[in-house]
């Protein structure tokens, strides 16, 4: 209260009469309460004076010549200077005050004449402690604004850096999980190179000690045929006729098995060393020419008969930068799959009794660009699911029976083309109809190669 009444006390006030005498009455009065009080005699005065020093509040006549007291304060309350400045209206008892006038205009009160003392202080107190509170507020509003665009501001700014900090993390999650199945293949692929080589070696010898052995065991009936009782009864015992059978056999698949953990070790070999071969302008179209040839004896049967046929759509292509030995090794890849998928529509056809289409893929070559090329390889298959083409890139995953597929193919591809080559790999299908795997290549190599 003691500080406010303090304020109070400091506060600038502007009087307006046109009649001297109550201007000096109220002037006195209020300067003895401790306000600091300008007295003006017209409109005129009272609106430069307030423009040019707004007062805490004014007290305005209203009857004055030239300009009344409401035109006075509409002209304050036009003014931004002006216009929050509480307007206190002084009327005559014997002048008719137009109150509603008074509060359209913009004035927070009035007082009629002769003025009491109290009346007077108590009116200007209540207002300047309304005007004070009023200013308080808005401060606290615009504080509120300020902070409250600032939180936002901040919000937005963390909503920003956690979307960066999820992209950057999808980002290492992806290169760690691609280094390190690298890395983890490429240990699983070195440790089982040595002991594999050891079993395939082995199994020649083993086949010609077995079969030496087995020779002279032969050799040992034919020249004694009539066995010691001990010799009889493990004759019996092991079975021999039954051993002699069946040993080259166990050994076949063994040797069968071998090949297949060798063929393994390959694929993993070149999937975690992608950059072994030489960077060099290539014609592409020989690239697949020459796995074609390679893939010959599965697009003929038995009886040498073309069972596949192989359409090809091949535009003038200029030489193409990159890495031909894996390019290869990527229409190898689609082309098997575009193979293996033929076939097994084949075989289901042939189940079905149906063989109305002929198994067809077609290789289409295109110049997309002064940049880069289109390889499109399209088969009349099965086609793939939705489902299948969502995952059909992710490593060891196939939908092939065990041992028919390693689900590597196309995960080697996409890291091939996209990763070393900076170019495209999409697959297009609608199931039923067949499959379309898409490779853009650029014409000249610019993607920095990252080190294993
Ligand atoms: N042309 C195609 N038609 C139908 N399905 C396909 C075709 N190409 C790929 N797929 C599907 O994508 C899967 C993944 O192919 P990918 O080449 O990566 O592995 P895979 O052929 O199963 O095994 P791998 O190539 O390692 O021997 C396949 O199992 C198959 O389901
Ligand atoms: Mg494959």
């Known amino acids: 209260m003691k500080s406010q009444q303090l304020e109070s006390h400091l506060a600038n006030l502007l009087v307006v009469d046109d009649t001297p005498d109550n201007l000096r009455l109220l002037s006195t009065m209020l300067s003895e309460k401790g306000y600091k009080v300008r007295g003006v005699i017209n ?4 609106l430069k004076a307030a423009r040019s020093t707004p007062p805490d509040l004014i007290l305005l006549d209203i009857t004055m010549p030239q300009m009344n007291g409401y035109e006075v304060c509409q002209h304050l309350k036009a003014d931004c200077r002006t216009s929050g400045i509480p307007v206190i209206f002084l009327s005559a008892l014997d002048q008719v005050l137009d109150k509603v006038q008074a509060f359209a205009v913009g004035g927070v009160d009035y007082i009629t004449k002769p003025f009491h003392l109290e009346e007077v202080l108590a009116r200007v107190e209540n207002h300047l402690t309304i005007q004070r509170l009023q200013k308080k507020l808005h401060e606290q509003n615009a504080r509120l604004r300020e902070s409250e665009a600032k939180e936002r501001e901040k919000s937005h700014q963390l909503e920003l850096a956690l979307q960066q900090l999820q992209h ?16 983890v293949v490429a240990g699983v692929a070195h ?12 199994l020649c010898p083993i086949t010609e000690y077995t079969e030496d052995l087995l020779r002279l065991v032969q050799l040992y009936a034919e020249d004694f045929p009539n066995p010691t009782a001990a010799i009889q009864q493990q004759l019996e015992a092991i079975d021999l006729t039954f051993l002699r059978n069946d040993l080259p056999k166990l050994i076949a698949s063994m040797s069968i098995g071998a090949d297949r953990i060798g063929e393994i070790v390959q694929s993993l070999r070149n999937f975690s060393r992608l950059d072994q071969a030489e960077l060099k302008a290539v014609d592409i179209h020989e ?19 073309r069972i596949i046929k192989v359409v090809k759509e091949y535009e003038a292509l200029p030489k193409i930068e990159c890495y031909a030995g894996q390019m290869n090794q990527v229409f190898m890849n689609v082309l098997t799959n575009a193979i293996d998928a033929l076939q097994s529509q084949k075989s289901c056809a042939k189940e079905a009794g149906d063989s109305s289409q002929i198994p067809t893929i077609t290789i289409c070559t295109k110049l997309l660009s002064e940049v880069q090329v289109g390889i499109y390889i399209t088969d009349n298959g099965p086609g ?35 990763d070393e080559h900076g170019g495209e790999l999409r697959c297009f299908s609608v199931p ?6 898409a490779i853009g290549i650029p014409i000249h190599h610019s993607k920095k190669r990252f080190s294993k």
């Open 191 to 202: 440790e089982i190179n040595n002991p594999i080589s050891f079993i395939k070696g082995n």
């Open 287 to 305: 690239g697949i020419e020459s796995t074609l040839m390679i893939l010959q004896h599965r697009l003929k049967d038995e009886a040498d008969q």
């Open 43 to 46: 409109g005129e005065m009272a």
């Open 432 to 437: 039923t109809q067949g499959a379309t795997l």
């Open 384 to 418: 793939i699911t939705e489902e299948v083409q969502q995952r059909i890139f992710e490593p060891f995953f196939t939908t092939k029976k065990v041992g028919q597929g390693k689900g590597l193919g196309l995960s080697i591809s996409y890291a091939i083309v996209v």
């Open 168 to 183: 950057t993390q999808a980002q290492l999650i992806q290169n760690e999980k691609m280094s390190s199945l690298g890395n």
